[in-house]
RNA sequence: GGCCCUAUGGUCAAGCGGUCAAGACACCGCCCUUUCACGGCGGUAACCCGGGUUCGAUUCCCGGUAGGGUCACCA
């Protein structure tokens, strides 16, 4: 069999060596140590939360070394192709601070290791292609469909491995003659790579591969003859990738743990191919907990597995950032709290400190990691945050922060200064909920009064609304609560009504839980009086009033 | 089914042959306090099972078990 003249059938319009792409795109100068990675969505338009949790492991390996991250879109399928995906993909990582050197971008591409859709570059695929065909690593193969599925039925019952290999290859030695004919007779073909591996478990070749995450993976060798290039000429993902991570020198490759299995393929492919292996990194699959069970999570049963859905809530992006770091490194928590003011980016990400188990996602984590990272945002900061947010999640609510800044930053800063500054903002949804009673359209008495003071509440805020100066400081004001609870026989002080509860009624705490439900309509809210003060004179004799009646 | 990955409290997760088995979240209690939150203190709670190796195994090896992944002209 003359190799050549096969390769050159099959690819007469292929001109190129791969000399020819070695010297177009030559390995990159960077300083020592640089890594250079990639992610290499498929435009299906759909990001979730694990795509961002391995975004942020490429970025961080390539940012802290100096290196490259760039972005190349692997649109090897048509059939998963959505409209606009990639935009979308961009924006929404833009969004969580992720943004690429190189590469696919909203404007067209930067880069000169493109072009960066794998779909525009199937005359590098093929050219290599041609190269293992021409030595012999690699034939075109007629099997249809059905005969795949015969062969298939047939090894299932004898119980043997599915796929094409060995004797079940059929065209792995058709002659030059009948490979013309099949061509000439218009049947269409992919070409495979010919296996050189064992397929007898007993005398296969053991592979090792080290993994930045997971140490040493070992398992046996490759022997199936797998398609290489479809029939539609385009590569599939284990050759684009190959070819792609050598050609645009990608050091360290991330992705998740699902493509280990493939793994023995691309060793093969690196091989036969020539190319240095990157390194890998295989990211643990993030998990749900479902009725006891740990899942993986899933785009159709779990919201909060979609990017959206925190840009929707209103997350800052900066806590889903700090809170997926958390689940990245193990020392992540331990690093903050020794630095808690350093940015996230100082922090030395090390693969090696990655979890290799799934983890579990955990809402109220991120939640109290989003409460640490909004108090030390400035309010001017959140304020602008909440007034994007609303314009596209809550139109209806966006007036009220609209021209009113100075208002809703004294809101949002409420009791967040001193030495032990409130921790009560966490997102969007949940702040405007917080702060609500701010804004008369959407203030209403939500708890009731206490029961033992009740009967005394038109009398609490008629004397309350009667002595009210809005000029008060906050001790005169407290102490004028403290006399109307006096006179009413409240005690001053709870400790004395702990003491003694026969003797009163209640204490001070239940006197200012009545005013707290006049003006704020809840019984747990922030100070009084600083909400008093801003609220301002009028709205606070409003309530009171309108609670008297 | 074959191959592979994983296995410490409810969750995340230190540990890397000898520890009273860290820490964080959640939960509970107490303190602080006019409510809530914050903060402080304390508490409940864990090494999947069985064999080895070893003076000694959570840690190393083997075998189970469980969960996950993968076996496409999808990525």
Redesign the pocket.
């Known amino acids: 069999m003359n190799y050549n003249k096969l390769a050159e059938l099959l690819f007469p319009q292929i001109t190129k060596a791969p000399q020819d792409y070695e010297s177009i795109y030559p390995p990159r100068s960077l300083p020592e140590g640089a890594r250079v990675t990639r992610l290499?969505?498929?435009p299906t338009g759909f990001i979730h939360l694990g795509n961002l949790y391995g975004a942020f492991v490429d970025e961080r390996l390539a940012r802290q070394s100096g290196g490259i991250f760039y972005l190349r879109i692997?649109d090897?399928?048509d059939k998963?192709y959505v409209e606009g995906a990639v935009e979308t993909i961009i924006t929404a990582l833009d969004f969580f601070g992720i943004d690429f050197d190189e590469g696919a971008s909203l404007d067209g591409s930067r880069g000169d290791y493109g072009p960066y859709y794998q779909s525009q570059r199937g005359e590098i695929y093929q050219c290599y292609v041609k190269e293992l065909v021409s030595k012999g690593l690699a034939y075109p193969c007629f099997?249809?469909?059905d005969e795949?599925a015969k062969i298939?039925k047939a090894q299932e019952e004898n119980?043997e491995?599915?796929?094409?290999y060995g004797s079940y290859a059929a065209c792995r030695d058709l002659s030059l003659e009948e490979v013309q004919q099949n061509i000439d007779a218009g049947k269409?073909?992919?070409i495979r790579l010919r296996s050189g591996g064992n397929q007898d478990?007993e005398k296969a070749r053991t592979i090792s591969v080290g993994d930045g995450i997971?140490?040493t993976?070992?398992?046996?060798e490759n022997y199936q003859d797998?398609?290489i290039l479809?029939?539609?000429g385009?590569p599939?993902?284990h050759f684009a990738h190959v070819v792609d991570d050598h050609l645009m020198r990608t050091t360290h490759v991330v992705r998740g743990?699902?493509?280990?299995?493939?793994l023995p393929i691309h060793v093969e492919l690196f091989e036969k191919l020539g190319f240095e292996m990157p390194v890998f990194c295989h990211t643990?699959?993030l998990?749900k907990?479902d009725n006891g069970?740990?899942?993986?999570l899933s785009k159709r049963k779990d919201p909060e597995l979609s990017l959206d859905y925190y840009r929707q809530e209103g997350y800052m992006p900066e806590a889903v950032r700090e809170y997926l770091l958390?689940?990245l490194n193990?020392n992540y928590?331990?690093w903050r709290q020794a630095n808690p003011d350093a940015d996230a980016e100082e922090f030395p990400f090390q693969t090696e400190?990655m979890?290799?188990?799934?983890?579990?996602f955990?809402l109220?984590?991120l939640?109290?990691v989003s409460?640490d990272v909004l108090v030390k945002i400035p309010a001017s900061r959140l304020c602008q945050f909440m007034k994007d947010w609303a314009k596209e999640f809550m139109p209806d609510i966006l007036p009220l922060f609209e021209g009113h800044e100075d208002y809703i930053e004294k809101i949002l800063d409420l009791?967040r200064s001193g030495k032990?500054?409130?921790?009560?903002l966490v997102c969007g949804k949940q702040i405007f909920g917080f702060i609500r009673y701010f804004f008369d359209d959407h203030f209403e008495i939500e708890d009731e009064y206490p029961q033992n003071a009740a009967a005394d509440a038109k009398e609490i805020l008629t004397r309350y609304l009667d002595t009210y100066a809005h000029s008060d400081d906050?001790s005169q004001w407290?102490d004028k609560i403290r006399a109307i609870a006096e006179d009413l026989n409240y005690a001053a002080?709870?400790k004395d009504y702990k003491k003694n509860p026969d003797q009163y009624k209640g204490?001070?705490?239940d006197v200012?839980?009545i005013i707290?439900i006049a003006v704020m309509g809840r019984?747990?809210?922030?100070?009084?009086?600083e909400i008093q003060q801003i609220l301002g004179e009028e709205r606070t004799r409003q309530r009171i009033s309108a609670q008297i009646g």
């Open positions: 290499g969505p498929s692997e090897t399928d998963r099997l249809t469909e795949i298939r119980k491995n599915p796929g094409i269409s073909y992919v478990p997971r140490g993976l070992s398992m046996p797998v398609v479809k029939a539609t385009i599939t993902y743990e699902e493509w280990i299995s493939s643990a699959q998990m907990l069970n740990k899942r993986k958390t689940i193990s928590e331990e400190k979890s290799n188990s799934g983890a579990l955990d109220d984590k939640n109290d409460k009791g032990k500054p409130r921790k009560d906050q407290f002080r709870p204490h001070v705490g200012s839980t707290r019984s747990q809210s922030p100070d009084i009086w």
